[in-house]
């Protein structure tokens, strides 16, 4: 059964679209990435899936309830919501926000610690200290107790790692791999394309619609399919453009020191595009071949939208 099933939601705040006709599926145990930069439409979406807005056209259910008719019911313990900001009681104590949320749901954290063990064991120095003066990294750890301490079926978790560092990031995933494993049902938004790989499955998010979903490893053997290169020379400026200009050109885009430039099919001859360049007066050409990540996806996807529109 899937945890979540969206089916053509869109939202408009006044003449600002949110959301367009966005359709995607949640398996049972599944860890589901939506990826996408900010006003992609990924927090709106997880308002609606959390019954805290109303979609203007469209359907969304959460373990076969209705998120507009079945609302009580899912409040009552089917979800696990944790908001991009940290929303808890800054001024209760780690412990006693995690026992207020058990209550809340009327369960106690000594019935359900199984579930947050790994977490909590993390925290449990800080027990005693009040959750305002968390580091960032605790907060969110503290955050995904809570969320979890009602032994929730489907974990709605909106960008849980945005401003924390490095080593807790990590963490937090690994936390939610063993989650996954325990059959919960995960739905998880982020900018960060590392984290999309940890992911079962992603979907691309831009400007309110939903471009493309599928496995990591699909994904990139997919995009894989046309040449896709490193280009670099003395005058980078000019050779972004240069480079968009190249007959055999699918794509480019900068990438960080580098200008990424995929080719169309059939075009793989990495001497004629070296040729082409010191034709245009470029020196200091370099041109390697790389392997296709999933933010290459994500940027030739973005490029293929916006020549569309």
């Known amino acids: 059964m899937n945890s979540v099933v969206v089916q053509n939601i869109s939202k408009a705040y006044g003449g600002v679209t949110a959301l367009e006709s966005v359709s995607l599926n949640v398996g049972g145990g599944e860890l589901f990435g939506l990826i996408g930069p900010d006003g992609a439409g990924k927090t709106t979406l997880m308002r609606i899936l959390a019954t805290l807005l ?3 056209t469209g359907s ?3 373990c076969g309830l209705d998120v507009v008719t079945d609302w009580k019911d899912i409040r009552r313990g089917r ?6 900001r940290f929303s808890l009681y800054q001024d209760l104590t780690v412990e006693e926000n995690i026992r207020f949320f058990a209550s809340v749901f009327r369960t106690t954290m000594e019935k ?3 579930l947050i063990r790994d977490i ?3 925290i449990a120095p800080f027990r005693h200290r009040r959750a305002g003066r968390l580091s960032g990294g605790m907060k969110q750890k503290l955050a995904l107790c809570c969320a979890l301490i009602h032994r929730p079926d489907v974990l709605l978790l909106d960008e849980p790692t945005t401003g924390v560092d490095p080593v807790s990031r990590v963490e937090l995933w690994d936390m ?3 989650l996954k494993r325990q059959g919960v049902g995960i739905l998880v938004s982020t900018p960060y394309m590392d984290e999309a ?4 499955r992603i979907a691309l998010m831009y400007s309110g619609r939903c471009l493309s979903a599928g496995e990591p490893g699909v994904i990139c053997r997919e995009a894989g399919a046309s040449a896709l290169y490193a280009v670099c020379s003395d005058n980078m400026y000019a050779l972004l453009s240069d480079l968009r200009s190249y007959p055999g050109a699918l794509s480019c885009y900068a990438f960080g020191r ?4 995929r080719l169309k099919p059939g075009e793989s001859d990495a001497s004629l595009l070296t040729g082409w360049l010191c034709d245009k007066g470029h020196s200091g050409i370099t041109v390697e071949p790389i392997s296709v990540t999933i933010e290459d996806w994500f940027m030739d996807k973005i490029v293929q939208h916006n020549e569309q529109e």
């Open 54 to 56: 109303l979609p203007d």
């Open 79 to 84: 979800i696990g919501y944790m908001p991009g």
């Open 258 to 261: 580098e200008h990424h430039l």
């Open 197 to 200: 790989a940890r992911c079962d």
């Open 60 to 62: 969304a259910k959460v």
């Open 120 to 122: 909590y064991v993390q």
């Open 176 to 178: 939610l791999g063993r």
């Open 112 to 114: 359900n610690y199984d």
